[in-house]
């Protein structure tokens, strides 16, 4: 079974720039999770889509950041413009549908996004 | 809100020792789930092991136990017989069994194995 895909696995961009991060979850996955390490604390939740809905994004820091999901499958999530607070690692993880005790959370490698 | 703390922001072990991270976490709520993750420096996070809240034994997985004290909500992860693939970050995580699937992390312990 493949993982959860992430990639980049690097972007390193000026302020003010866009960035356009992917996870493809792991098929028949309906949760997808989007968290962010920043240097040092802990990894903050930043929205949850069961299939294409958009089900929690209360962690999502501005509307400087934008997830979609389309058709289920893979996610993106594009930040625009950027600033220097974002910069962090990005996760994405996935999980089926039900009690998450049986079904646990299924990580990606994260992207390390640096904004210069 | 809940909150997680992990106040050990790094531990370190000699090869086949034991050694215990700690995890507290703040809730009011009654049910809940808790887990360890586990960060190898390839820098995917695993499952270490899991709790759910209402089961008042401890989880054990291999050389990974847990002491779950839910009055004291104290959630601590003991690894015995350390070994060089341990040498990782340690994630402690809550998640409610109801309502929002969000999980809340700590800020995570590094763990060093010692040869």
């Known amino acids: 079974e493949a993982g959860v895909t992430q990639f980049p696995s690097h972007s390193v961009i000026e302020k003010g720039q866009t960035v356009t991060l992917r996870c493809d979850p792991i098929?028949?996955?309906?949760?997808l999770y989007w968290y962010r390490r920043v240097m040092g604390k802990e990894i903050k939740f930043l929205l949850h889509f069961v299939k294409e809905s958009k089900q929690d994004e209360s962690g999502m820091p501005n509307n400087r950041f934008l997830a979609e999901r389309t058709g289920g499958t893979y996610s993106t999530l594009k930040v625009q413009p950027a600033e220097l607070e974002d910069s962090g690692v990005y996760f994405c993880a996935s999980s089926l549908l039900g009690s998450s005790y049986n079904s646990p959370l299924h990580f990606g490698n994260g992207t390390r996004l640096t904004v210069t | 809100a809940q909150t997680v703390t992990q106040s050990q922001p790094e531990m370190s072990v000699q090869e086949a020792e034991t050694v215990t991270l700690s995890c507290t976490y703040d809730t009011s709520e009654s049910d809940y789930y808790l887990f360890w993750y586990k960060q190898p420096p390839s820098r995917q996070m695993i499952l270490v092991i899991r709790q759910e809240a209402y089961k008042q034994q401890n989880a054990t997985e291999n050389r990974f136990s847990v002491n779950f004290q839910k009055a004291a909500k104290s959630f601590s992860l003991k690894i015995s017989d350390s070994q060089l693939g341990d040498a990782a970050m340690y994630f402690c995580a809550y998640r409610s069994a109801a309502g929002t699937y969000k999980y809340i992390f700590g800020t995570g312990t590094r763990l060093k194995v010692l040869a």
């Open positions: 098929s028949g996955h309906d949760n």
